[in-house]
Structure formats: C-alpha cells, structure tokens
C-alpha cells in the first residue's frame, strides 16, 4: 500500500523555501521548554520559528543583565533576574577578554576590541561582522592616523560659522557614546558613536565601507545618546536636545528642544547625565545624586512650555537606564 511523502525537516540545496513542518501552537510549546541559550539558537531554524520566537518574547520580556567575565576568558554570564538563573556563554573569541562592549541590541553587541577596531558579535551564534576601521573617515571633520597597535594621531576640525580651526594631535582615542540598532530578522543594523561634538554613523548597505559624520551645531559636545524608533535623540551638557531621523538615506535634522527651565541650574549640569525615551516616545532627563547612581531624580520635558518638571511615577513602565528607554512593568514594579 502505498503511503503519503513525508515532509522534510531540511531542506535540500535546490529548495529555495523550508516546508511548513509544526503548527505555530507546537512550536510555541516547544519554546517554552527551552533553556535562553537553546531559545536563541531555534530561533535560527526557519522564519516559521522566529516569527514565533518573538511572539514569546512578548509575553516575558523580562530584560537580562550580562556578567563579563575577568581578564582571559573567552566567555561571558546571563543572569536571568525573574527565575535566578544564570547561563555561561563560551567560545567568543581569542579576543573578546580584550574587547569592551560600547552598545547591546538584542542578542547583539556592539564591541571595541584593544586595537581600537569595531565589530559586532552575536553572542549566541557566535557571528561576527565587521565594522569599518577608526581610519575609514568619509569627512574632512574627523581623521585618525594609526601610529601603533592601538595609538593614533587624532585631527578634529571645527566649525564656527563660516570659519574653522583644527584640534591639536592626540593618541588617545575615548569613545564617549555610542548605540546600536539590529534588525534579529533582516540583519540591518546602524551604529553611531561620538566624540566630543562629532558623531559618527555606518549601517549596513552602504555603499563604501566607511564612517560618515555628522557635526553638532556650536560644536556642542554630548552627554548621551539614545536610538528609538528610527531617530537619535542627541543630550548636549546645557540640557538641550537635538533629533536626528535615519529612516531616509541620510540622516537629517528633524526636532530641537531647548530647555528654559531655570530651576535645574540649581544643580551642577553634569548631575544631568542619562537621556531616556518612553514606550509612548516621552523625553525624560534624569538626575543622579552625589551619592551615587543608585539613587536619582526622573524629570519630563513638556513639549509645549519646552520646560523639564520632576515626575515622581512612572505608572506601569521601568527604567533601562543603560539602554536609555523604558519597558512594561507588571505587578507593582513599574516606577
């Protein structure tokens, strides 16, 4: 008797599409039983199973903390806060214990390594893809020379009005700020760093494996950076506010708030050091104390005085203040 073809698991190297195997329902309780690091690598499978990945995402989106390890290890730790668990990831890299992590977006990290090159790193399947080099500038504002593994001489080039003037040279090179954007599916992603009132920006597709840069007006430096929803929210030390959109080719100029509030000059400005976006796209300035970060002041910009008042909750929303935004609280851990 003759029976029916079974489906493949795998698809051959003539098929161009994997054949529809387990319905959403299986695979979704097939996720609930995996460990995070298991999670991340099914997620690879097909787009059946990472569009079903990130339905289960949203219904635990409990964020994780990442634990470097010390001096020669190759690996890193994730503590999982709402069940206490913490997993070891291996093998990152001969230079990963050399490496510093700038930014995070996902499962991805944005790292600088000891030579003073970018890269990003998929921390659970392990990929790796190379950023354009510190010396790749495409602009006249900003240049490096490489003089040593990791030293350059440093030229900045300054605007004021219709005149400019060049920086003296230097060999240390400090990324002060800097995000990262991945698309987990498509693979797009943007990077911007800065320094000093210069930004520098490269997201994949572009042409030239290059740096592009955009300069502050006023040369004003920056105190923080955050991306959300297609655009860069720029803090400058004065509390101003500049909004860039990248949703076009190039990145253009679209929103500035100036702060008219008197009473924050009662604090020193440099209290004022962390920028952060709301799930409803809400400015919030926060103030840490002189005791340290573990206790701080939440203040919100109102968009029609352009004034900042110090709101006391957040209702049902938490803070991710590293990564400048913030996320759905439940049971009472909102702020």
């Known amino acids: 008797m003759a029976t029916a073809p079974k489906k493949k698991l795998i698809s051959s190297d003539n098929d161009t599409e994997w054949s529809p195997v387990l319905a959403p329902d299986l695979i979704r309780s097939i996720f609930e039983r995996l460990n995070f690091a298991e999670f991340h690598r099914a997620m690879s499978i097909s787009l059946d199973w990472y569009s079903t990945a990130e339905l289960c995402y949203r219904q635990n989106p409990t964020p994780w903390l990442i634990l470097f390890s010390n001096y020669r290890h190759i690996s890193c730790r994730l503590f999982d806060p709402l069940h206490d668990k913490t997993y070891v990831i291996r093998d990152l890299g001969f230079d990963f214990h050399r490496s510093c992590c700038l930014a995070t977006s996902g499962s991805w990290l944005l790292m600088l390594d000891h030579r003073t090159d970018f890269y990003l790193l998929n921390l659970f399947t392990r990929e790796r893809i190379c950023l354009p080099t510190l010396e790749a500038i495409d602009g006249w504002q900003m240049k490096f020379e490489r003089v040593g593994e990791s030293d350059f001489l440093k030229t900045f080039t300054y605007r004021e009005g219709y005149r400019s003037y060049s920086s003296g040279l230097s060999t240390k090179v400090v990324i002060e700020n800097a995000v990262l954007w991945v698309d987990e599916r498509s693979r797009d992603y943007l990077v911007v760093w800065s320094i000093e009132c210069f930004f520098a920006y490269h997201k994949k597709g572009d042409n030239n494996k290059t740096w592009k840069v955009i300069q502050l007006k006023k040369n004003e430096e920056c105190s923080d950076i955050v991306f959300r929803e297609s655009k860069l929210y720029v803090l400058n030390p004065n509390l101003n506010i500049t909004v860039f959109d990248f949703s076009s080719g190039s990145p ?33 300035l926060i103030k840490t104390r002189r005791y340290g970060i573990y206790s701080f002041d939440v203040y919100k910009m109102d968009p029609k005085s352009s004034k900042w008042r110090e709101i006391y909750s957040l209702g049902n929303e938490a803070i991710l203040l590293d990564l400048g935004t913030t996320i759905a609280a439940k049971d009472g851990f909102g702020g």
Not at 258 to 282: A, N
């Open 252 to 284: 253009n100029e679209c929103a500035s708030f100036t702060s008219q509030d008197i009473g924050l000059t009662l604090y020193p400005l440099s209290c004022f050091g962390h920028l952060v976006i709301t799930l409803s796209g809400e400015v919030l």
